[in-house]
C-alpha cells in the first residue's frame, strides 16, 4: 500500500474512533472534514455539514464575532482561542442551542492555513451540575434554616413562659385580652418554626413498619372532606405492598399537603389520582432518569391536572416560603415539608410538570423486604438486549426533552434498532411526510406545538398505517392526559420504565407488523 494512501486510511480511521466530534475548517470557516461523531452532534448528515461554515454550528452571538475572532488570530498570532479549550455553545440543526467544550488547534498543510475543532459534548455534565446545584441549594437552604428555627424556638420558649406568667398574674380584663393575643401570635410562630425544621430534616420522627398502601385508604376520607366535592378522586392504593419505615402521621401530613396544592392548582375543580405500588429500581437506565439508587421502593403518587409549573417553578418548589399562589393563600412551606419528610425518611422525590396540563410528584420509599437478595422479576430477567439487532428495524424518537431523547436514543441502540429523533410531533411527522422509513414511532405525550403524542399518533395511523405507534408519559396517571382529545384509547409507557418494559412492548408492537 501507497504511504498517501495509508496515510488517508489511518487519518479516516482515526476520524471515526474518536469518541468526540472532529471538524477541520479553513481559514474562512469552510468545512473540509468531519467525522461521525460530529455528524451525529450536531445532527446534519455529511452531504450538508460538508461545505457550510462553521459559524451554521454556532449561535448567533457567538458566529457573528467568529470572522473577528479569526482575522485577529491571523495578523497577530495571539491566542484568544486557537490552542485553549474552552466552554462554549453550539448550534444543532434543528435549532437547539446546547453546551459543549471546544479545543482549536492550527496548522499548516500543503502551505494553506488548518483549524481542527475538538468538541465535546457537555449536556449531561451540565444537566448534573444544575442537579447538584438544586440539591446544594436545597441542603444550604435547609441547614441556615434548621439553625435560625432552633434559635427562635428558644425565643419563643422565653416569650410564650413570660406570656402565660402575666396572663396568671393579670386581673384586667383589657390586659388578659391583649395576653391572649400576643399568645396566639407567638404559638403560631413556634408552628411556623416546627414546619421549618421539618424541611431541615430536624424534626423527631418516630418512624415505624407501616403498609403505605392501607394509611393511603384511611387519609382518603380526611382528604375528601378537606378538598371538596369539586375534585374527582381515583384512588389506586394496594393494600399489598412491601412495608415502608416511615412516621405515619409525618406520611398522612405530606399526603395532605400534596392533596390540597393539587386541589389549588385545579382551581374550579379537575381529577386527582393518588396512587400507592410497589417500585424496582433495578436497571441503569431508570436510576439515570429519576437520579434514584437501584433498589426496591414502595411510590406514593399524586397527580393533578391542574395549572401546572414552568421551568423555574419546577427548579424552586422545594424551597420554602416559594410560592405561585398569591400572599393570602399559602405560605410556601408545603412542599419544603414533604421534601424534608421524605429526605429524613430515606426517601426520595419527584416532581413532573406541564403548564396547563397538571403535576405528578412521586414520593419513593425504601421497601422492607423480607428477601434481601431482591431476586428480580420473570419479567426483569429478561435480557436487556431484549430484541435481535439483526431484524434492522428503524424507530423514530419523538421527545422535547433533550436529556430525556438523548437517554431514550441510548436505549434503543442498545436494543439493537437503528434510529432517528426529533424533538416534537410536528418535527416527526414532517420527517415522515419527507419520506423517513420508519417502523415504529415512540413518542412522548405532552410536547410544544400543534401535535401532541395524541395528534401525531392519530395522523401516523391514518397516513402511515404501517408504521407503529409506541407513547410514552412522565405522568405517574393518565388523569392529566384525559384532557387531550384522541379517538381511540392508546398504550402508555410511563416513565420511568425498566429497559426489559421497553423492549417487550416494542417486540409485541413489531410483531404486529410481522404477522401482517
Known amino acids: ?41 450536531f445532527g446534519y448528515p455529511a452531504e450538508e455539514m460538508l461545505g457550510q461554515n462553521v459559524k451554521s454550528l454556532m449561535p448567533m452571538d457567538m458566529a457573528a464575532q467568529h470572522d473577528g475572532f479569526m482575522q485577529h488570530y491571523m495578523e497577530t498570532g495571539e491566542k484568544r482561542i486557537i490552542g485553549i479549550g474552552r466552554d462554549v455553545e453550539g448550534l444543532r440543526r434543528n435549532g437547539a442551542v446546547f453546551p459543549l467544550n471546544l479545543s482549536v488547534g492550527h496548522s499548516r ?47 419563643l420558649t422565653v416569650v410564650i413562659g413570660n406570656l402565660e406568667l402575666m396572663e396568671m398574674r393579670s386581673t384586667d380584663s383589657r390586659q388578659l385580652s391583649l395576653l391572649r393575643d400576643a399568645l396566639d401570635a407567638a404559638e403560631l410562630g413556634a408552628e411556623l418554626t416546627s414546619r421549618l425544621l421539618v424541611f431541615a430534616r430536624k424534626s423527631n420522627l418516630k418512624p415505624v413498619r407501616t403498609n403505605l398502601g392501607k394509611l393511603c385508604e384511611k387519609t382518603l376520607a380526611i382528604i375528601r372532606r378537606t ?72 411510590r406514593l403518587s399524586v397527580s393533578d391536572d391542574g395549572a401546572g409549573m414552568n421551568e423555574e417553578a419546577q427548579k424552586r418548589a422545594f424551597e420554602p416560603f416559594f410560592t405561585t399562589k398569591s400572599e393570602s393563600s399559602g405560605t410556601g412551606l408545603g412542599l419544603a415539608m414533604v421534601y424534608g419528610f421524605v429526605k429524613q425518611s430515606g426517601g426520595h422525590i419527584t416532581l413532573y410538570s406541564e403548564p396547563g396540563l397538571g403535576t405528578s410528584f412521586g414520593l419513593y420509599f425504601p421497601a422492607i423486604t423480607s428477601d434481601r437478595s431482591e431476586e428480580k422479576s420473570d419479567q426483569a430477567s429478561v435480557s436487556e438486549s431484549g430484541y435481535l439487532p439483526t431484524q434492522e428495524k428503524t424507530i423514530l424518537v419523538v421527545e422535547d426533552n433533550e436529556k430525556v431523547r438523548r437517554l431514550s436514543l441510548e436505549r434503543m441502540r442498545n436494543l439493537g434498532f437503528r434510529v432517528l429523533e426529533a424533538e416534537n410531533g410536528d418535527a416527526a411527522y414532517a420527517m415522515l411526510k419527507n419520506g423517513a422509513e420508519v417502523d415504529l414511532v415512540f413518542s412522548d405525550l405532552v410536547m410544544p406545538g400543534d401535535l401532541n403524542g395524541y395528534d401525531l399518533a392519530a395522523k401516523i395511523n391514518a397516513e402511515f398505517p404501517k408504521v407503529k405507534v409506541l407513547l410514552t408519559s412522565g405522568y405517574v396517571s393518565d388523569v392529566i392526559t384525559r384532557g387531550m382529545a384522541h379517538s381511540k384509547p392508546y398504550d402508555i409507557l410511563h416513565k420511568p420504565y425498566r429497559q426489559p418494559d421497553l423492549a417487550h412492548r416494542i417486540q409485541a408492537l413489531l410483531a404486529e407488523v410481522d404477522d401482517d
Open 109 to 155: 498543510i500543503d502551505e494553506q492555513d488548518m483549524f481542527v475543532g475538538i468538541l465535546h459534548d457537555l449536556t449531561q455534565r451540565k444537566a448534573t451540575e444544575d442537579a447538584l446545584a438544586r440539591s446544594q441549594r436545597l441542603e444550604a437552604i435547609g441547614q441556615m434554616t434548621g439553625g435560625i428555627a432552633h434559635d427562635f424556638n428558644n425565643l
Open 227 to 298: 378538598v371538596g366535592s369539586a375534585i374527582t378522586i381515583t384512588a389506586e392504593c394496594d393494600p399489598n405492598v412491601d412495608p415502608v419505615l416511615i412516621d405515619p402521621s409525618e406520611l398522612q401530613s405530606a399526603l395532605m399537603n400534596l392533596a390540597l396544592n393539587a386541589r389549588d392548582a385545579m382551581g374550579k375543580g379537575g381529577d386527582l389520582l393518588i396512587s400507592v405500588s410497589n417500585v424496582a429500581i433495578d436497571d441503569t437506565y431508570i436510576a439515570q432518569e429519576t437520579d434514584i439508587a437501584p433498589g426496591k421502593y414502595v
Open 1 to 41: 500500500m501507497e504511504p498517501e494512501i495509508q496515510n488517508s486510511a489511518l487519518l479516516d480511521a482515526i476520524l471515526e474512533a474518536a469518541v468526540d466530534a472532529i471538524i477541520v475548517a479553513d481559514k474562512h470557516g469552510v468545512i473540509q472534514r468531519a467525522n461521525g461523531a460530529a455528524f451525529a452532534l
